[in-house]
């Protein structure tokens, strides 16, 4: 997967996207973008609230989050841009990020046309150095997308029967494997870790507090799919909200709390 984002989160600039101004530029770049003008981050928070509900303390935390998010990063609109070789741009624009990915790597001319688009959205006293481009490969059975739909079913899974010595020292070989540089590795390292159920954990929260955005996204899904309704891990998925600023990540935690929410944390 390739992209380029521009992530105003947080700038020192305080400054933020009009996104439909967002909108005009898309048409402008892209002539052949279908744009979805629902606003999506209204479309997770009604979703949110069909999962959840809202009776439960915890699981109004989880709204009230996203309700924050709806109401200062919104509207939020998605794109598509076809290409003929298959290798399609999908783009999303909201108030603090504008993002255009594609599964595969972007040609030459086809970054230096994202990278023109995304340089036209900056604020005046905004500098192109902002531009983050991500070449970093995903699975393609990672759900991982910007907005409006969850992580796919997380069963329960029961702990590995195991010896204490044993235990700790797959964690470590899982929690490492994680921070590695092979897809392929990480990918095994979460089902292991999936595996292991409640006593990964610590090393889990430790990794979510990880400089790599593909650590922490890592760690938000497999503490989902272990299903603890305990507050320690709900918790620590409230604070990395407060301070995150990748916006695949967020999103992933968001649905992590409402995944532990429904299975009866409190």
């Known amino acids: 997967m390739a992209s380029l984002s521009v992530n105003l989160f947080r700038h020192p600039s305080g400054k933020a996207f009009c996104p439909q101004e967002c909108l005009r530029l898309v048409k402008q770049f892209f002539p052949n973008a279908e744009i979805d003008e629902r606003d999506q981050l209204a479309i997770q928070l009604e979703r949110a609230h069909e ?4 009776e439960e303390p915890a699981a109004k935390r989880v709204l009230d989050a996203l ?3 709806y109401e ?3 509207p939020a609109y998605m794109f598509r841009v076809r290409r003929p070789d298959g290798s399609d741009l999908l783009g999303v624009v909201k108030r603090q990020l504008a993002m255009v990915r594609s599964d595969t790597a972007m040609a030459p001319a086809v970054r ?5 688009f995304l340089t036209a959205l900056l604020p005046g006293d905004v500098g192109p150095d902002i531009i983050k481009e991500r070449l970093e490969p995903l699975e393609k059975e990672s759900p991982i ?3 409006a739909h969850p992580l796919s079913p997380m069963p329960k899974v029961a702990g590995r029967m ?17 921070r590695g540089p092979s897809p392929k590795a990480r990918r095994q390292a979460e089902m292991e870790l999936i595996e292991i159920g409640a006593p990964a954990i ?10 790599s955005w593909v650590s922490r996204l890592y760690a938000v899904r497999v503490i989902a799919r272990i299903g603890r309704p305990l507050s320690e891990e709900r918790t620590a998925l409230e604070q990395l909200l407060q301070t995150e600023t990748d ?3 967020r999103c992933n935690a968001t649905w992590a709390l409402s995944e532990i929410t429904a299975r009866g944390g409190s």
């Open 51 to 54: 999962l959840v509900g809202d």
């Open 67 to 69: 309700r924050l998010d």
């Open 72 to 74: 200062t990063g919104g």
């Open 112 to 116: 230096d046309q994202v990278r023109a």
């Open 145 to 147: 997308t910007p907005f």
């Open 162 to 178: 195991s010896t204490g010595v044993d235990i700790a020292s797959d964690i470590y070989k899982n929690v490492q494997a994680i």
């Open 202 to 211: 610590p090393g889990l929260l430790e990794l979510l507090r990880d400089k």
């Open 247 to 249: 916006e695949y990540v």
